[in-house]
Every structure is written in structure tokens, then in C-alpha cells.
């Protein structure tokens, strides 16, 4: 309890003077930034590849693609010539850039009353709504074009998630089949909903696949590794089948840099921010946009579980 009356009045993080210098420099709002994105694109998780549009498009090869030359290698005399093969490089394919955005107001007595708190607010919220439309689209996007399925309770497979044993046996099961095919792909990340996942690593909790400290959800709050697989997480999916994915493979994100003065990039996240003055209003705009478009080369890097039961 202070010890005057009456007692100081609250402190705020940085001077109003500070706050406005913050969002008048996009390199040091971009610093900012940095650490308000509470959320994370699932997007670029699932699809790593990190393309390049151009002129609001993108040319891509997928399907068909294998990962072996069309030739087999030949055994070779000392000094002899090498023998030439070709490599198929799957069909083309475009896909057109969106820049997908929004603005919020942000009024010079919310700044002088309570500081940095209203534009932090303010910046997290457009930021991590344009977290979700993308990761909305691009998981649209995986769902349309990954066909493959496997289904858990098939003749010959262990039964619907019901327990840990089941969804392990059909997970290994699943992740061997698509690997003995000859592409030769590696599955290494689980996609389930939030209460899904949260139903099976408790399910993997209490049966001991997860180690009891180091990697552990309940010690560490980090995405677990079990099964040779990270397990992930998001509200946006548009499925109730848990998915099966090659991120190597599977695809990437096709960013188009567009430029523009005064944008700052919000470092992992693929986000660019800007604080345009407005005068008019005695206040701010606080923008946020990604312009991109998620891109699927290889639909059959991944698979969906159906009638898991969760």
C-alpha cells in the first residue's frame, strides 16, 4: 500500500512522447512488434517451402513429381562417361496473390490516458486476425487439394481413437504405409483441432508415450514430439479429420513483396504493419496485411484420418 495520500498515480510504459516516436518509425515499430504476434501462422508450418510472387502470381510445378530420376544409375569403368538422365518436374500450375488486411483506429486520448497499453491491444488483435483468415484459406486450400485417406477403422486396422494404443497403431500404420510408397515421403507433423489435440496428448500423457520431463506439454507448454512427429494444434481447421503431412513436401507459402513506405515486417510471422496519421481524427490507423498465397505442389505429402471418433 503507498505510504502518502493521495497515493502516485500509475506509471505507463513509455511517455506519450515515446509512444508517438514508436509509431511515426517503422523500424522501431517493427521491433515492437516482434513481441506482441501471440499467434503464429500454422500456415508456414505446414507448408515451409517460401516462394516468390511476381506481378500478383505465381507458375508452380506439382503433382507427379517423383523424387528419383527417370533413369537408374549405371556402373561406370574407370575414366568412362557418365550416363545422362532426365528428372520430372510435374505439371504447372498458378495461383493468384491475395493481400489480405485490415485497419483499426487508435485516438490520441486512449494514448494520453493509458499509454502503450491501447496500441499494443489494438496491434495484436488485427495482427492475429490476419493470422487466422490465412491460416483459414491455406488450410482450405490443403483440405481441397490433399485427397488421400486413411481410415481407422478399416479391415485389418486397430479401431477408432478411443484409447492411446488405438491412435498409435493406426498412426504408425498410416505413416508406414505412405512412406513405402516409392515418392518416398517422410511424414513428420500431426494436425488435430484444439480439442482433438487436446484429447490425445492427454491420451498419450497417461499412457506414458511422452516423456515425463524434458518434451512434456504439461512441463514445457511447447508442441510435444512423439511417434517421430510434431503434434500440432489450431482452431481454423476446416475438418474434424485429424491430418498427416509432409512439410518438406507438402507445399509453401507464396509471398509477394509489394513495398510501400512505412511498413514494418513483423518478424516471424510474415506479417508487415504500418501507423498511418490521421490528422482528421487526432489519432492513428494501425494496419495490418500479408500478401500472399499458399501453394500445394505435392497433394499426396499428406493424408487425412477418418472415423477417428474424436
Known amino acids: 500500500m503507498p505510504n502518502t495520500y493521495p497515493p502516485p498515480p500509475a506509471t505507463t510504459d513509455g511517455t506519450n512522447i515515446e509512444i508517438h516516436h514508436l509509431l511515426r518509425s517503422p523500424q522501431v515499430l517493427s521491433r515492437r512488434l516482434a513481441t506482441l504476434a501471440s499467434q503464429r501462422f500454422i500456415s508456414d508450418a505446414l507448408l515451409q517451402g517460401r516462394f516468390t510472387a511476381v506481378g500478383g502470381s505465381i507458375l508452380y510445378e506439382t503433382d507427379g513429381e517423383s523424387v528419383f530420376a527417370d533413369d537408374e544409375p549405371e556402373a561406370i569403368t574407370p575414366g568412362g562417361a557418365y550416363p545422362q538422365t532426365t528428372t520430372d518436374n510435374g505439371d504447372i500450375a498458378a495461383a493468384k496473390v491475395d493481400k489480405w488486411g485490415e485497419d483499426t483506429p487508435i485516438k490520441d486520448e486512449s494514448i494520453a490516458r493509458l499509454g502503450i497499453n491501447p496500441v499494443n491491444r489494438a496491434f495484436t488483435k488485427v495482427i492475429n486476425s490476419v493470422v487466422k483468415y490465412v491460416d483459414s484459406a491455406a488450410l482450405s486450400v490443403i483440405s481441397s487439394k490433399v485427397t488421400t485417406t486413411y481410415n481407422v477403422t478399416a479391415a485389418g486396422n486397430p479401431g477408432a481413437w478411443s484409447d492411446a ?27 488435430l483441432s484444439d480439442l482433438q489435440w487436446a484429447k490425445a496428448v492427454g491420451m498419450l500423457i497417461t499412457k506414458s508415450y511422452l516423456p515425463r520431463e524434458a518434451l512434456n506439454p504439461v512441463v514445457t507448454g511447447q508442441w510435444p514430439e512423439a511417434l517421430g512427429l510434431t503434434w500440432l494444434r489450431t482452431p481454423h481447421a476446416p475438418s474434424t479429420n485429424p491430418m498427416l503431412v509432409d512439410t518438406d513436401r507438402l507445399g509453401g507459402m507464396a509471398d509477394e513483396k509489394i513495398g510501400g513506405p512505412g511498413y514494418a515486417q513483423v518478424g516471424g510471422v510474415g506479417v508487415e504493419s504500418k501507423s498511418i496519421r490521421e490528422d482528421k481524427i487526432d489519432g492513428y490507423l494501425l494496419r495490418a496485411r500479408r500478401v500472399t498465397v499458399p501453394v500445394v505442389t505435392e497433394p499426396k505429402a499428406g493424408l487425412f484420418f477418418t472415423n477417428t471418433g474424436l
Open 165 to 191: 494404443d488405438n491412435m498409435v497403431n493406426s498412426i504408425l500404420q498410416a505413416k508406414a504405409t505412405a512412406e513405402a510408397t516409392e515418392d518416398a515421403y517422410e511424414l513428420d507433423t500431426i494436425v
